[in-house]
T-cell receptor
Framework: SAVISQKPSRDICQRGTSLTIQCQVDSQVTMMFWYRQQPGQSLTLIATANQGSEATYESGFVIDKFPISRPNLTFSTLTVSNMSPEDSSIYLC?????????????FGPGTRLTVL | LAKTTQPISMDSYEGQEVNITCSHNNIATNDYITWYQQFPSQGPRFIIQGYKTKVTNEVASLFIPADRKSSTLSLPRVSLSDTAVYYCLVMIYNQGGKLIFGQGTELSVKP
């Protein structure tokens, strides 16, 4: 198993500003993933964060808007840039502690973002 | 990735067995069926995974018929704490970890 923590747990931000969300895993993992979950909706994958390489973004998400860092095997950050009210959502990170060959993933508790 | 279809919501009472069926008509030979549970204000949690027939663990059972075009998650004797959203995912076992979530089934357990 794995324990994943996120900071901050929630934030209220003004439009046009940026917020960086941190994700920490208590063990080394090859890949980490970032998801967005809008209120009452399912999760949408934003990107895959690989250690030592550029993140891979899903359709509809771009690096300029959601830059990701992955400096080591236990940590990643997601920045939501130039925010607008449409970015209000819960942002979650996840990791498969058993390696990428496993479908069991562990999720952080999420960061609830409100943009005014 | 195979598309999944689940009921949007279900109601149940404490102590009952709940069966949530997921349809995945275009499942591929290498696909596994995986279920996640999400409580309010928490990230999803892996429940169970299977390829065919029946899989059981301490939380649930997963029934998969021979044609694998559907699957049923069975929760025995639910309690109020089982109120959550349940997601059915179909994915290759070794696909690189990406999880593509469908709409999920919102289960409400009443006293």
């Amino acid at each position: 198993s794995a324990v994943i923590s996120q900071k901050p747990s929630r934030d209220i931000c003004q439009r046009g500003t940026s917020l960086t969300i941190q994700c920490q895993v208590d063990s080394q993992v090859t890949m980490m993933f970032w998801y967005r979950q809008q209120p009452g909706q399912s999760l949408t994958l934003i990107a895959t964060a690989n250690q030592g390489s550029e993140a891979t973004y899903e359709s509809g998400f771009v690096i300029d808007k959601f830059p990701i860092s992955r400096p080591n095997l236990t940590f990643s950050t997601l920045t939501v840039s130039n925010m607008s009210p449409e970015d209000s959502s819960i942002y979650l990170c996840s990791a498969p502690p058993g390696g990428v060959e496993y479908n069991e993933q562990f999720f952080g508790p999420g960061t609830r973002l409100t943009v005014l | 990735l195979a598309k999944t279809t689940q009921p949007i919501s279900m109601d149940s009472y404490e102590g009952q067995e709940v069966n949530i069926t997921c349809s995945h008509n275009n499942i591929a030979t290498n696909d596994y069926i995986t279920w996640y549970q999400q409580f309010p204000s928490q990230g999803p949690r892996f429940i169970i995974q299977g390829y065919k027939t029946k899989v059981t663990n301490e939380v649930a059972s997963l029934f998969i018929p021979a044609d694998r075009k559907s699957s049923t998650l069975s929760l025995p004797r639910v309690s109020l704490s089982d109120t959550a959203v349940y997601y059915c995912l179909v994915m290759i076992y070794n696909q690189g970890g990406k999880l593509i979530f469908g709409q999920g089934t919102e289960l409400s357990v009443k006293p």
